[in-house]
Protein backbone atom coordinates (compact mmCIF):
# COMPACT_ATOMS: atom_id res chain seq x y z
CA UNK A 1 0.00 0.00 0.00
CA UNK A 2 2.88 2.07 0.78
CA UNK A 3 4.63 1.96 -2.86
CA UNK A 4 0.93 2.67 -4.12
CA UNK A 5 0.62 5.86 -2.20
CA UNK A 6 4.36 6.57 -3.29
CA UNK A 7 3.55 5.87 -7.06
CA UNK A 8 0.52 8.31 -7.06
CA UNK A 9 2.16 11.23 -5.29
CA UNK A 10 5.08 10.67 -8.12
CA UNK A 11 2.21 10.50 -10.40
CA UNK A 12 0.87 13.77 -9.47
CA UNK A 13 3.13 15.78 -10.70
CA UNK A 14 3.93 13.95 -13.69
CA UNK A 15 3.32 16.42 -16.98
CA UNK A 16 2.53 13.11 -18.75
CA UNK A 17 -0.61 12.92 -16.76
CA UNK A 18 -2.12 15.64 -18.38
CA UNK A 19 -4.98 14.97 -21.07
CA UNK A 20 -5.32 16.25 -24.22
CA UNK A 21 -7.20 19.20 -22.93
CA UNK A 22 -4.52 19.92 -20.30
CA UNK A 23 -6.41 19.10 -17.11
CA UNK A 24 -4.53 16.49 -14.61
CA UNK A 25 -5.86 12.85 -13.91
CA UNK A 26 -6.89 12.66 -10.66
CA UNK A 27 -4.83 10.97 -8.27
CA UNK A 28 -6.94 10.74 -5.56
CA UNK A 29 -8.02 7.13 -4.52
CA UNK A 30 -10.09 6.52 -7.19
CA UNK A 31 -13.31 3.71 -7.24
CA UNK A 32 -13.35 1.25 -9.68
CA UNK A 33 -15.50 2.64 -12.65
CA UNK A 34 -18.54 0.68 -13.62
CA UNK A 35 -17.34 -1.38 -16.38
CA UNK A 36 -14.76 -2.92 -13.93
CA UNK A 37 -16.64 -3.18 -10.84
CA UNK A 38 -17.52 -6.85 -10.45
CA UNK A 39 -14.10 -7.93 -10.51
CA UNK A 40 -12.06 -7.81 -6.91
CA UNK A 41 -9.88 -10.76 -8.11
CA UNK A 42 -6.82 -8.61 -9.47
CA UNK A 43 -6.22 -11.10 -12.41
CA UNK A 44 -9.66 -10.71 -13.84
CA UNK A 45 -9.48 -7.22 -13.20
CA UNK A 46 -6.62 -6.37 -15.41
CA UNK A 47 -7.86 -9.26 -17.74
CA UNK A 48 -11.11 -7.29 -18.37
CA UNK A 49 -9.28 -4.01 -18.49
CA UNK A 50 -6.73 -5.13 -20.92
CA UNK A 51 -9.83 -6.58 -22.81
CA UNK A 52 -11.91 -3.21 -22.78
CA UNK A 53 -9.35 -0.58 -22.65
CA UNK A 54 -6.87 -1.96 -24.86
CA UNK A 55 -8.04 -4.08 -27.71
CA UNK A 56 -6.84 -7.56 -26.53
CA UNK A 57 -8.58 -10.92 -27.27
CA UNK A 58 -9.58 -12.80 -24.22
CA UNK A 59 -6.88 -14.80 -24.38
CA UNK A 60 -3.86 -12.38 -24.93
CA UNK A 61 -5.35 -10.60 -22.12
CA UNK A 62 -5.38 -13.79 -19.56
CA UNK A 63 -1.99 -14.35 -20.63
CA UNK A 64 -1.05 -10.72 -20.05
CA UNK A 65 -2.73 -10.67 -16.78
CA UNK A 66 -0.17 -12.80 -15.38
CA UNK A 67 3.19 -10.47 -16.40
CA UNK A 68 1.13 -7.11 -14.87
CA UNK A 69 -1.51 -6.74 -12.16
CA UNK A 70 -3.51 -3.53 -12.63
CA UNK A 71 -5.59 -2.23 -9.24
CA UNK A 72 -9.59 -1.41 -9.63
CA UNK A 73 -8.10 1.60 -7.50
CA UNK A 74 -5.23 2.79 -9.80
CA UNK A 75 -6.03 2.81 -13.38
CA UNK A 76 -5.21 6.48 -13.43
CA UNK A 77 -1.75 5.38 -14.27
CA UNK A 78 -2.36 2.79 -16.99
CA UNK A 79 -5.11 5.13 -18.78
CA UNK A 80 -2.43 7.93 -18.91
CA UNK A 81 -0.61 5.78 -20.90
CA UNK A 82 -2.84 4.80 -23.40
CA UNK A 83 -3.66 8.83 -23.43
CA UNK A 84 0.05 9.41 -24.23
CA UNK A 85 -0.33 6.73 -27.05
CA UNK A 86 -3.36 8.31 -28.66
CA UNK A 87 -2.17 11.67 -28.29
CA UNK A 88 0.96 10.53 -30.40
CA UNK A 89 -1.41 8.94 -33.32
CA UNK A 90 -1.49 5.09 -32.11
CA UNK A 91 -4.67 4.06 -32.98
CA UNK A 92 -6.72 1.35 -30.75
CA UNK A 93 -5.25 -1.05 -33.25
CA UNK A 94 -1.86 0.13 -32.81
CA UNK A 95 -1.97 -0.23 -29.41
CA UNK A 96 -3.50 -3.52 -28.76
CA UNK A 97 -0.60 -4.85 -30.68
CA UNK A 98 1.55 -3.08 -28.88
CA UNK A 99 0.30 -4.04 -25.59
CA UNK A 100 0.14 -7.53 -26.88
CA UNK A 101 3.48 -7.81 -27.22
CA UNK A 102 4.91 -5.77 -24.21
CA UNK A 103 2.04 -5.80 -21.42
CA UNK A 104 4.13 -3.63 -18.84
CA UNK A 105 4.31 -0.61 -21.10
CA UNK A 106 1.20 0.71 -19.21
CA UNK A 107 3.31 0.42 -15.87
CA UNK A 108 5.90 2.54 -17.21
CA UNK A 109 7.49 5.30 -15.73
CA UNK A 110 6.10 8.42 -17.69
CA UNK A 111 8.53 10.99 -16.90
CA UNK A 112 11.48 8.90 -16.94
CA UNK A 113 11.06 7.08 -20.31
CA UNK A 114 7.85 6.90 -21.78
CA UNK A 115 7.21 9.96 -22.05
CA UNK A 116 10.12 12.13 -23.47
CA UNK A 117 11.23 8.61 -25.17
CA UNK A 118 7.70 9.09 -27.54
CA UNK A 119 8.80 13.10 -27.83
CA UNK A 120 12.39 12.34 -28.90
CA UNK A 121 10.26 10.27 -31.48
CA UNK A 122 8.20 12.65 -32.73
CA UNK A 123 10.53 15.18 -32.76
CA UNK A 124 12.16 12.94 -35.55
CA UNK A 125 9.36 12.06 -37.70
CA UNK A 126 7.56 9.31 -35.85
CA UNK A 127 4.00 9.63 -35.53
CA UNK A 128 0.75 7.58 -36.09
CA UNK A 129 1.45 4.40 -38.54
CA UNK A 130 5.34 5.11 -38.32
CA UNK A 131 5.65 5.42 -34.69
CA UNK A 132 3.57 2.42 -34.55
CA UNK A 133 5.26 0.57 -37.00
CA UNK A 134 9.13 1.06 -35.46
CA UNK A 135 8.12 0.52 -31.39
CA UNK A 136 6.33 -2.43 -32.75
CA UNK A 137 9.22 -4.45 -33.75
CA UNK A 138 10.92 -3.45 -30.64
CA UNK A 139 8.07 -2.01 -27.87
CA UNK A 140 11.17 -2.44 -25.59
CA UNK A 141 12.48 1.11 -27.31
CA UNK A 142 9.51 3.38 -25.29
CA UNK A 143 11.51 2.18 -21.87
CA UNK A 144 15.21 2.67 -22.26
CA UNK A 145 17.29 5.87 -22.27
CA UNK A 146 16.90 6.16 -25.77
CA UNK A 147 18.15 10.07 -25.29
CA UNK A 148 21.70 8.81 -24.58
CA UNK A 149 22.01 6.49 -27.90
CA UNK A 150 20.21 9.49 -30.05
CA UNK A 151 23.34 11.77 -28.69
CA UNK A 152 25.70 9.10 -29.12
CA UNK A 153 25.11 8.58 -32.75
CA UNK A 154 25.18 12.75 -32.95
CA UNK A 155 28.23 13.11 -31.62
CA UNK A 156 29.50 10.32 -34.42
CA UNK A 157 28.35 12.16 -37.72
CA UNK A 158 25.44 11.25 -38.04
CA UNK A 159 22.10 13.54 -39.02
CA UNK A 160 18.45 13.31 -37.24
CA UNK A 161 17.21 12.03 -40.75
CA UNK A 162 20.59 9.27 -40.46
CA UNK A 163 19.30 8.42 -37.16
CA UNK A 164 15.38 8.06 -37.86
CA UNK A 165 16.52 5.75 -40.92
CA UNK A 166 18.75 3.41 -38.63
CA UNK A 167 15.68 3.51 -35.70
CA UNK A 168 13.04 2.17 -38.13
CA UNK A 169 15.43 -0.67 -39.33
CA UNK A 170 16.69 -1.10 -36.31
CA UNK A 171 15.29 0.24 -33.09
CA UNK A 172 16.54 -2.45 -30.78
CA UNK A 173 19.94 -0.64 -30.65
CA UNK A 174 18.50 2.15 -28.95
CA UNK A 175 18.43 -0.79 -25.76
CA UNK A 176 22.18 -0.93 -26.53
CA UNK A 177 24.47 0.89 -23.77
CA UNK A 178 26.11 2.64 -26.58
CA UNK A 179 29.62 3.67 -24.90
CA UNK A 180 29.63 0.26 -24.36
CA UNK A 181 28.97 -1.92 -27.12
CA UNK A 182 28.75 0.51 -30.22
CA UNK A 183 31.70 2.94 -29.42
CA UNK A 184 34.47 -0.02 -29.91
CA UNK A 185 33.66 -0.76 -33.10
CA UNK A 186 33.19 3.13 -34.48
CA UNK A 187 36.67 3.40 -33.24
CA UNK A 188 37.56 -0.25 -35.26
CA UNK A 189 35.92 1.55 -38.25
CA UNK A 190 37.85 4.27 -37.99
CA UNK A 191 41.55 2.81 -37.50
CA UNK A 192 40.44 0.99 -41.28
CA UNK A 193 40.77 4.38 -42.43
CA UNK A 194 37.24 5.16 -42.67
CA UNK A 195 35.49 8.84 -42.29
CA UNK A 196 33.29 9.83 -39.69
CA UNK A 197 30.65 10.69 -42.79
CA UNK A 198 31.32 7.25 -44.35
CA UNK A 199 31.02 5.25 -41.11
CA UNK A 200 27.47 7.53 -40.84
CA UNK A 201 26.83 6.28 -44.06
CA UNK A 202 27.52 2.29 -42.80
CA UNK A 203 25.55 2.91 -39.86
CA UNK A 204 22.54 4.39 -41.08
CA UNK A 205 22.37 1.38 -44.57
CA UNK A 206 23.73 -1.37 -42.55
CA UNK A 207 22.59 -0.94 -38.47
CA UNK A 208 22.96 -4.57 -37.80
CA UNK A 209 26.87 -4.37 -38.46
CA UNK A 210 26.76 -2.88 -34.95
CA UNK A 211 25.29 -6.26 -33.59
CA UNK A 212 28.36 -7.83 -34.63
CA UNK A 213 31.17 -8.90 -32.43
CA UNK A 214 34.20 -7.00 -32.60
CA UNK A 215 36.13 -9.69 -31.19
CA UNK A 216 34.48 -12.07 -33.34
CA UNK A 217 33.72 -10.83 -35.90
CA UNK A 218 35.19 -7.66 -37.40
CA UNK A 219 38.53 -7.97 -36.39
CA UNK A 220 38.84 -11.95 -37.84
CA UNK A 221 36.85 -10.50 -40.66
CA UNK A 222 39.43 -8.05 -41.13
CA UNK A 223 42.10 -10.27 -40.94
CA UNK A 224 40.76 -12.67 -43.61
CA UNK A 225 40.55 -9.43 -46.24
CA UNK A 226 44.34 -8.12 -45.44
CA UNK A 227 45.19 -11.94 -46.71
CA UNK A 228 43.25 -12.08 -49.76
CA UNK A 229 43.90 -8.35 -50.84
CA UNK A 230 47.35 -7.94 -49.67
CA UNK A 231 47.82 -4.07 -48.65
CA UNK A 232 45.18 -2.14 -46.13
CA UNK A 233 44.48 -0.16 -48.75
CA UNK A 234 42.96 -2.67 -50.90
CA UNK A 235 40.80 -3.73 -47.90
CA UNK A 236 39.75 -0.09 -47.34
CA UNK A 237 37.86 0.19 -50.99
CA UNK A 238 36.62 -2.85 -51.07
CA UNK A 239 34.90 -1.94 -47.64
CA UNK A 240 33.89 1.29 -49.21
CA UNK A 241 32.63 -0.47 -52.41
CA UNK A 242 30.42 -2.81 -50.35
CA UNK A 243 29.50 -2.14 -46.89
CA UNK A 244 27.30 -4.80 -46.48
CA UNK A 245 30.65 -6.95 -46.38
CA UNK A 246 30.88 -5.71 -42.82
CA UNK A 247 27.82 -8.38 -41.68
CA UNK A 248 29.49 -11.39 -43.23
CA UNK A 249 31.57 -13.88 -41.77
CA UNK A 250 34.62 -13.13 -44.62
CA UNK A 251 36.59 -15.54 -42.77
CA UNK A 252 34.20 -18.30 -43.42
CA UNK A 253 33.25 -17.30 -46.76
CA UNK A 254 36.01 -16.19 -48.44
CA UNK A 255 38.75 -18.74 -48.46
CA UNK A 256 36.66 -21.64 -49.20
CA UNK A 257 35.06 -19.56 -52.60
CA UNK A 258 38.59 -18.53 -53.74
CA UNK A 259 39.82 -22.27 -53.56
CA UNK A 260 37.01 -23.06 -55.92
CA UNK A 261 37.70 -20.74 -58.11
CA UNK A 262 41.66 -21.65 -58.21
CA UNK A 263 40.49 -25.15 -58.63
CA UNK A 264 38.85 -23.93 -62.21
CA UNK A 265 42.11 -22.26 -63.42
CA UNK A 266 40.88 -18.45 -62.37
CA UNK A 267 44.54 -17.02 -62.16
CA UNK A 268 44.94 -15.02 -58.43
CA UNK A 269 44.75 -11.67 -60.23
CA UNK A 270 41.99 -12.03 -61.65
CA UNK A 271 40.10 -13.41 -58.13
CA UNK A 272 41.28 -10.54 -57.00
CA UNK A 273 39.70 -8.11 -59.44
CA UNK A 274 36.18 -10.02 -59.33
CA UNK A 275 36.37 -9.31 -55.64
CA UNK A 276 37.02 -5.45 -56.32
CA UNK A 277 34.17 -5.29 -58.79
CA UNK A 278 31.78 -7.07 -56.90
CA UNK A 279 32.59 -8.25 -53.92
CA UNK A 280 29.22 -10.11 -53.40
CA UNK A 281 30.33 -12.84 -56.01
CA UNK A 282 32.59 -14.01 -53.40
CA UNK A 283 29.99 -13.96 -50.41
CA UNK A 284 27.97 -16.64 -52.19
CA UNK A 285 27.60 -20.12 -50.37
CA UNK A 286 30.34 -22.13 -52.15
CA UNK A 287 27.55 -24.75 -54.07
CA UNK A 288 25.59 -21.38 -55.72
CA UNK A 289 28.57 -20.22 -56.76
CA UNK A 290 29.84 -23.64 -57.78
CA UNK A 291 26.98 -23.87 -59.77
CA UNK A 292 27.41 -20.21 -61.32
CA UNK A 293 31.00 -21.66 -62.63
CA UNK A 294 30.25 -24.61 -64.02
CA UNK A 295 27.01 -22.67 -66.20
CA UNK A 296 29.65 -20.47 -67.09
CA UNK A 297 31.93 -22.57 -68.22
CA UNK A 298 29.74 -24.20 -70.52
CA UNK A 299 28.79 -21.24 -72.10
CA UNK A 300 32.17 -21.36 -73.61
CA UNK A 301 34.15 -18.50 -71.05
CA UNK A 302 37.65 -19.20 -70.45
CA UNK A 303 38.43 -19.21 -66.82
CA UNK A 304 41.54 -17.02 -67.27
CA UNK A 305 39.81 -14.22 -69.42
CA UNK A 306 38.76 -11.34 -67.96
CA UNK A 307 34.71 -11.99 -69.57
CA UNK A 308 34.60 -15.30 -67.45
CA UNK A 309 34.91 -13.05 -64.45
CA UNK A 310 32.41 -10.52 -65.49
CA UNK A 311 30.02 -13.63 -66.19
CA UNK A 312 30.42 -14.92 -62.99
CA UNK A 313 30.02 -11.65 -61.62
CA UNK A 314 26.53 -10.71 -63.87
CA UNK A 315 25.57 -14.10 -62.92
CA UNK A 316 26.29 -13.55 -59.19
CA UNK A 317 23.68 -10.38 -58.76
CA UNK A 318 21.10 -12.20 -60.06
CA UNK A 319 18.61 -14.93 -59.08
CA UNK A 320 17.86 -17.74 -61.08
CA UNK A 321 14.53 -16.87 -61.85
CA UNK A 322 15.73 -13.45 -62.50
CA UNK A 323 18.40 -14.77 -64.70
CA UNK A 324 15.56 -16.96 -66.49
CA UNK A 325 13.12 -13.64 -66.67
CA UNK A 326 15.71 -11.98 -68.73
CA UNK A 327 16.46 -14.69 -70.96
CA UNK A 328 12.31 -14.92 -71.80
CA UNK A 329 12.81 -10.75 -72.21
CA UNK A 330 15.13 -10.68 -74.27
CA UNK A 331 13.52 -14.11 -76.44
CA UNK A 332 10.16 -12.35 -76.85
CA UNK A 333 11.80 -9.12 -78.22
CA UNK A 334 13.05 -11.04 -81.07
CA UNK A 335 16.44 -12.75 -80.44
CA UNK A 336 16.96 -16.71 -80.41
CA UNK A 337 18.69 -18.24 -77.37
CA UNK A 338 22.08 -18.37 -79.49
CA UNK A 339 22.19 -14.64 -80.29
CA UNK A 340 21.33 -14.20 -76.62
CA UNK A 341 24.19 -16.22 -75.47
CA UNK A 342 26.69 -15.13 -77.92
CA UNK A 343 25.91 -11.56 -76.83
CA UNK A 344 26.28 -12.88 -73.34
CA UNK A 345 29.88 -13.91 -74.14
CA UNK A 346 30.81 -10.77 -75.93
CA UNK A 347 29.59 -8.36 -73.14
CA UNK A 348 28.34 -10.43 -69.68
CA UNK A 349 27.40 -7.15 -68.34
CA UNK A 350 24.32 -6.72 -70.88
CA UNK A 351 22.26 -9.53 -68.48
CA UNK A 352 22.47 -6.86 -65.42
CA UNK A 353 20.30 -4.55 -67.31
CA UNK A 354 17.15 -4.51 -66.06
CA UNK A 355 13.68 -5.90 -67.66
CA UNK A 356 12.27 -2.40 -67.45
CA UNK A 357 15.38 -0.88 -69.46
CA UNK A 358 15.64 -3.74 -71.91
CA UNK A 359 12.22 -3.51 -73.06
CA UNK A 360 12.83 0.43 -73.59
CA UNK A 361 16.00 -0.19 -75.21
CA UNK A 362 15.13 -2.61 -77.09
CA UNK A 363 11.59 -0.68 -78.15
CA UNK A 364 13.77 2.33 -79.36
CA UNK A 365 16.56 0.64 -81.42
CA UNK A 366 13.76 -1.51 -83.48
CA UNK A 367 10.77 0.54 -83.39
CA UNK A 368 12.30 4.37 -83.41
CA UNK A 369 15.87 3.58 -85.35
CA UNK A 370 14.45 0.56 -87.52
CA UNK A 371 17.78 -1.70 -86.60
CA UNK A 372 17.26 -5.69 -86.42
CA UNK A 373 16.65 -7.41 -83.10
CA UNK A 374 20.02 -9.59 -84.19
CA UNK A 375 21.97 -6.27 -85.13
CA UNK A 376 21.16 -5.03 -81.49
CA UNK A 377 22.65 -8.21 -80.25
CA UNK A 378 25.94 -7.82 -82.04
CA UNK A 379 26.57 -4.93 -80.11
CA UNK A 380 25.19 -6.10 -76.36
CA UNK A 381 27.50 -2.95 -75.30
CA UNK A 382 24.38 -0.46 -76.49
CA UNK A 383 22.34 -1.77 -73.46
CA UNK A 384 24.32 -0.73 -71.57
CA UNK A 385 24.18 2.48 -72.03
CA UNK A 386 21.88 5.20 -70.85
CA UNK A 387 18.67 6.74 -73.00
CA UNK A 388 18.33 10.05 -70.99
CA UNK A 389 22.12 10.81 -71.26
CA UNK A 390 23.36 9.29 -74.04
CA UNK A 391 21.61 7.43 -76.53
CA UNK A 392 18.70 10.09 -77.41
CA UNK A 393 21.06 13.23 -77.59
CA UNK A 394 23.43 11.15 -79.40
CA UNK A 395 20.46 10.50 -81.97
CA UNK A 396 19.77 14.18 -81.97
CA UNK A 397 23.07 15.23 -82.90
CA UNK A 398 22.52 13.00 -85.92
CA UNK A 399 19.34 13.38 -86.93
CA UNK A 400 20.31 17.31 -87.48
CA UNK A 401 23.51 16.08 -89.26
CA UNK A 402 21.59 14.13 -91.51
CA UNK A 403 19.02 16.90 -92.20
CA UNK A 404 22.20 18.82 -93.80
CA UNK A 405 23.31 16.06 -95.08
CA UNK A 406 26.56 16.69 -93.51
CA UNK A 407 26.71 12.96 -93.06
CA UNK A 408 25.51 9.36 -94.68
CA UNK A 409 22.95 7.29 -93.55
CA UNK A 410 24.94 4.69 -93.90
CA UNK A 411 26.54 5.84 -90.91
CA UNK A 412 28.33 3.02 -88.12
CA UNK A 413 25.60 3.81 -85.51
CA UNK A 414 26.62 1.30 -82.79
CA UNK A 415 30.35 3.00 -83.16
CA UNK A 416 28.92 6.68 -82.52
CA UNK A 417 26.80 5.56 -79.79
CA UNK A 418 29.63 4.01 -77.84
CA UNK A 419 32.25 6.32 -78.24
CA UNK A 420 33.32 7.93 -75.14
CA UNK A 421 32.26 11.39 -74.22
CA UNK A 422 36.04 12.76 -75.13
CA UNK A 423 36.30 11.18 -78.28
CA UNK A 424 32.45 11.70 -79.71
CA UNK A 425 33.31 15.74 -78.95
CA UNK A 426 36.64 15.27 -81.10
CA UNK A 427 35.12 13.27 -84.01
CA UNK A 428 31.49 14.72 -83.91
CA UNK A 429 31.28 17.76 -82.36
CA UNK A 430 34.57 19.74 -82.87
CA UNK A 431 34.08 18.96 -86.63
CA UNK A 432 30.41 19.90 -87.01
CA UNK A 433 29.95 22.80 -84.55
CA UNK A 434 30.72 25.99 -86.24
CA UNK A 435 28.64 24.59 -89.03
CA UNK A 436 25.44 23.63 -87.09
CA UNK A 437 25.30 25.26 -83.74
CA UNK A 438 22.50 23.86 -82.32
CA UNK A 439 24.10 20.26 -82.25
CA UNK A 440 25.43 21.66 -79.22
CA UNK A 441 21.99 22.00 -77.79
CA UNK A 442 21.19 18.60 -78.64
CA UNK A 443 24.17 16.79 -77.48
CA UNK A 444 22.76 18.48 -73.45
CA UNK A 445 19.61 17.01 -74.49
CA UNK A 446 17.90 20.00 -75.38
CA UNK A 447 16.70 19.48 -78.63
CA UNK A 448 14.39 16.44 -78.81
CA UNK A 449 15.12 13.59 -81.00
CA UNK A 450 12.16 13.42 -83.60
CA UNK A 451 13.70 10.45 -85.69
CA UNK A 452 15.90 10.65 -88.56
CA UNK A 453 15.08 12.09 -91.60
CA UNK A 454 16.65 9.03 -93.86
CA UNK A 455 16.26 5.24 -92.79
CA UNK A 456 19.85 4.49 -91.23
CA UNK A 457 21.71 1.83 -92.55
CA UNK A 458 23.84 0.47 -89.54
CA UNK A 459 27.42 -0.53 -90.71
Request: aromatic residues 8%; glycine residues 4%; positive net charge.
Amino acid sequence: MLRLICLKLKQKASPYLLSRHGSLYSTSTAKPTSKFSNFTDPQLFTASYLQKSCGLSSDSAISASKKLQIEPTATHHPDSVLSLFRAHGLTRSHIKNLITKRPGLLLGDLDSSIGPNLDLFKSLGFSGTSLAKMVGKEPRVLECNAKTVFEFFRSHGLSEKDIASLMMKLPALFVYDAEKIFKPKIEFFRSLGLSEIEIATILSNEPYVLTRSLKHHFIPSVKALRRFLGSDENVLKAIKGYYRMLECNLEKLLEPNITLLRSHGVPESLIVKIFMIQPKTLLLRNAVLSEIIDYVKDLGFEPNNLLFVLAVRSMAVMSTALWEQKLETYTSLGLSKDEIFAAFRSQPMCMITSVKKIHQLMDFFVNKLNLKPSTVAKHPNLLLLSMEKRILPRCSVLQLLLSRGLIKEDINFPYVLKLTEKAFMRKVMSKYEQVVPDIVKANKGQIEFQGFPVPVICK
